[in-house]
């Protein structure tokens, strides 16, 4: 439902100060971000049920470890895409056949994009890590944050103070925002295991 409410919000924004132009740049973007978005979930079911039975065996510091070195492999892998996409961005969006105007715009939103790709990665992990501990109230936190309520806000004030620049800068804000939450949680539930 979140996916759904934000696309709208970015498809009238889009159209509002940029036009069709940017809601063409913005779903080239798309389709890179959906990549790397579902590799995120692949790892993140995968570590998901280890994560469950670390836990329920009170192998807490199993389950910390499993969750800092799949977080490290999407560091990598997002570093990765984030170098990639910023180099032949304009390649990438050539593809599309689209005009000059739209594949400039894909290029250097690409390039301010790239902070995305190096914290999506910890964000989604560290909502699912916190579901198989069993803890509901801190996965929906970091879920509802990058999914809606930062994403909302900052999809609705930054394009209308910078246009398509701003339209840009919603997902890194998103994101790192996101990732203070995060290790603010991750903090508080190592506290309260005695430091493990």
Request: proline share 2%; glycine share 10%; aromatic share 14%.
């Amino acid at each position: 439902m979140a996916s759904v409410i934000s696309m709208f919000a970015f498809n009238y924004v889009l159209m509002k100060y940029v036009g069709s132009q940017g809601v063409a740049a913005f779903t080239i973007l798309g389709f890179a971000v959906y990549g790397f978005s579902m590799i995120a979930i692949g790892f993140g079911q995968g570590l998901t049920p280890l994560v469950s039975i670390c836990w329920g065996a009170n192998e807490q510091k199993t389950a910390m470890e499993l969750r800092s070195v799949t977080n490290k492999i999407l560091l990598i892998i997002g570093l990765l895409f984030a170098v990639a996409f910023s180099v032949f961005g304009n390649s990438y969006a050539a593809m599309f056949g689209c005009s000059d105007v739209v594949v400039n715009m894909v290029a250097s939103g690409f390039r301010i994009y790239a902070a995305t790709f190096l914290v999506m990665g910890f964000d989604v992990i560290n909502s699912m890590y916190f579901t198989g501990c069993g803890d509901a109230l801190s996965s929906a936190i970091i879920s509802s944050l990058r999914g809606v309520v930062l994403l909302l806000a900052f999809t609705f004030i930054f394009p209308a103070l910078w246009g398509m620049t701003g339209v840009w800068f919603v997902a890194p804000a998103t994101g790192i925002l996101t990732s203070v939450v995060s290790l603010f949680l991750i903090n508080k539930q190592k506290k309260l295991c005695g430091g493990r």
